[in-house]
């Protein structure tokens, strides 16, 4: 590890990452796309880094939730079909065409102002219609097949506006999740979406790329695959819940790693960290580690009862997380030399800690521990066992 300073670093398991896409195409449909989704920086892991990883592995499309992020898988060297799931400013329609970026559209209003930047660079940009079956964030709205049946029209409106091409049409589950308690919900979802296309497709009005399916409804919801499904979380070895009918037998991509900075010995009475939240009760001997929230280790696990791991062994963590550092209760272990590896997320020897178990001390679900991973935090990326890459916010 001498590539990077041993301080605070995640390491990324590019063949844990390989298996969980093979998960993900063995499960999906033949003849069905894989469509990567990598917002968020690759959900903390390193967006371009990850993409280069699972275009090799033969994902026909990727996902992100801004311009912004399209843009850097395009300057990472990222060539395959990208499609911006979120709002993206009309202005911008230019540079949607010139990095063949493919957009949501998701009310007649953003069509049009789309259609009219387009018109006026003269481009055409590509477009995925967005519907609104049930999620109620963005979308035409077509939850009830009878209710809201306008909507046909006004889709077929925004999708021939000049300047536009309707590429794909897709939807968001709400509950695909939620196992058997999601059924009802989720095949309303799905019944409300295949109207919309069939309708669509009756006023001569055909997409590509048909797309519904997320994570979950990857393994539980096989009917939902259509043209393309969307992994997410999947892709990094988290489950989405642990409801899942299907559950599929995924692999941790990630585990955060620290050192040990300090030890010293307290006496009976001694406070630690802000606010003096813990006293101790006994002669105890500490260890420092230097993680803290501005690495992404929140500072509501203090209340949740978390532990970190050090030579093998759960290692309560006592008082306030800081800024930079934690402190740790090492009394039951032997000599713990400075420069001691500590695992925050990850297994060390037979103990893991999941990033799963990390959310349940926080009070969150997995996906927001590992998107909250800070930029000071190098992701190291490791193959075949070996250091393959290192991704530096800090020192690119």
């Known amino acids: 590890m001498k590539e990077i300073l041993r301080r605070t670093w995640a390491e990324i398991d590019l063949d844990a990452l390989s298996h969980n896409f093979q998960t993900v195409r063995a499960a999906a449909n033949p003849q069905t796309e894989i469509c990567c989704v990598v917002k968020a920086d690759g959900y903390g892991h390193g967006a371009v880094r990850m993409a280069k990883e699972l275009e090799m592995q033969g994902a026909g499309w990727f996902a992100v939730s801004n311009l912004e992020e399209a843009l850097q898988l395009r300057q990472g060297g990222i060539s395959r079909p990208v499609l911006v799931l979120g709002f993206t400013p009309a202005e911008e329609a230019a540079v949607l065409a010139r990095e063949d970026i493919s957009q949501c559209v998701y009310s007649g209003e953003y069509a049009q102002e789309l259609s009219q930047y387009a018109q006026g660079a003269?481009?055409?940009v590509k477009i995925h219609a967005k519907i609104d079956t049930g999620m109620?964030?963005?979308g035409f709205t077509f939850q009830d097949i009878n209710r809201d049946e306008a909507a046909i029209g006004a889709v077929k409106t925004a999708c021939t506006l000049p300047g536009l091409l309707p590429e794909g049409i897709f939807t968001h589950f709400a509950v695909s999740?939620?196992?058997?308690?999601?059924d009802s919900f989720t095949m309303r979802q799905f019944g409300c979406f295949k109207e919309m296309t069939e309708a669509l497709g009756r006023e001569g009005l055909r997409f590509s790329v048909r797309h519904c399916a997320n994570s979950a409804a990857v393994f539980d919801y096989p009917l939902s695959h259509m043209d393309m499904?969307?992994?997410g979380v999947v892709l990094y070895g988290l489950m989405p819940s642990q409801s899942l009918r299907s559950a599929p037998n995924l692999r941790p991509v990630l585990s955060l790693r620290s050192v040990?900075?300090?030890v010293k010995t307290i006496l009976p009475g001694a406070t630690l960290s802000?606010?003096?939240t813990f006293t101790a009760q006994q002669e105890m001997r500490v260890a420092t580690v230097p993680v803290g929230y501005a690495d992404g280790y929140s500072r509501r696990l203090e209340q949740g009862g978390a532990q970190v791991?050090?030579?093998g062994r759960r290692c309560p963590v006592l008082g306030r997380i800081c800024m930079d550092q934690l402190m740790a209760d090492v009394s039951a272990l032997g000599e713990v030399p400075t420069g001691e590896r500590v695992t925050l997320i990850g297994r060390d020897g037979a103990e893991e800690i999941t990033a799963a178990e990390l959310a349940s001390w926080e009070g969150t679900i997995n996906y927001e521990v590992v998107c909250a991973l800070s930029k000071r935090v190098p992701r190291v990326y490791l193959k075949d066992g070996k250091m393959d890459s290192i991704y530096n916010q800090l020192l690119p």
Request: aromatic share 4%; no cysteine.
């Open 274 to 276: 802000y606010g003096r």
């Open 229 to 231: 499904v969307r992994a």
């Open 260 to 262: 040990v900075s300090h």
């Open 122 to 124: 003269g481009v055409r």
């Open 177 to 182: 999740d939620e196992g058997r308690a999601g």
């Open 309 to 311: 791991l050090i030579q």
């Open 136 to 138: 109620g964030r963005l």
